[in-house]
């Protein structure tokens, strides 16, 4: 069974920092999915970046960047020019390729922005 | 418009009440998703409907039952709940195919308590 690991429970970061939260996963797959999503206290839960396995490159998407490292696994979150809107709960995710329904949340990191 | 909403956003419900939660969607999405989250937990995948049939079901007990009217509409039926069901009950949809098929897109919630 798939399984996602988040080994922060809680993180801070100064307003205008760079943040770096941890995700690492265990899987068997060849095609999987990987994904970040942040969750603040409005309770509203939205994706912020995704990842193919397949693709070598990182994904990108403007102050939020990921480091994939296939063959260790890991999936690594930066978020770079820390605003205080990024304070949120923050989820790594999983999922297997092909037609597959199921998302493998990890426990979650709870990100705190300090002015 | 990449929006999932739910109705009501707060519920309040006795033991022996029955009551329904609504989730809508007009994304063109043919999947659509109830969770369960607890407080600062991942959320908890409990159903799954695929082209308005019910495609996933993790063993979520009866008094919990869902319903697909429509594509654009999930409904949860609630009957006969316990103090422990009291969460965050979160709706999201996708597409079902396609290489970026299934990323899912959630509503903000509803706010149950159980009393």
């Known amino acids: 069974a798939q399984t996602v690991t988040q080994s922060q429970p809680e993180m801070s970061v100064q307003e205008a920092e760079t943040v770096t939260l941890s995700c690492t996963y265990d899987?068997?797959?060849?095609?999987?999915?990987l994904f970040w999503y942040k969750q603040p206290p409005s309770r509203q839960m939205i994706l912020v970046i995704r990842q193919e396995a397949y693709k070598q490159q990182n994904a990108t998407e403007n102050r939020f960047s990921v480091n994939f490292q296939k063959a260790a696994k890991s999936f690594s979150l930066k978020i770079s020019d820390s605003q205080l809107g990024d304070a949120a709960m923050y989820f790594c995710a999983y999922r297997k390729g092909g037609s597959n329904y199921k998302l493998t949340f990890g426990k979650g990191t709870l990100l705190t922005v300090n002015p | 418009d990449t929006e999932v909403t739910q109705t009501p956003k707060h519920l309040v419900m006795g033991m022996t009440n029955k009551k329904s939660l609504k989730c809508e969607q007009h994304m063109g999405h043919r999947a659509m998703y109830w969770y369960k989250q607890k407080a600062k937990k991942p959320p908890e995948l409990m159903f799954v409907y695929s082209y308005e049939k019910l495609s996933i079901n993790e063993s979520v007990p009866s008094r919990f039952s869902p319903e697909c009217p429509n594509s654009s509409l999930l409904n949860l039926h609630l009957h006969a709940l316990q103090p422990e069901d009291s969460a965050l009950y979160l709706c999201?949809?996708?597409?079902?195919?396609?290489?970026?098929?299934?990323?899912?897109?959630f509503g903000p919630g509803t706010r149950l308590t159980v009393t």
């Open positions: 999201a949809s996708s597409q079902a195919w396609g290489i970026y098929g299934y990323e899912q897109y």
């Open positions: 899987t068997s797959e060849s095609d999987y999915y």
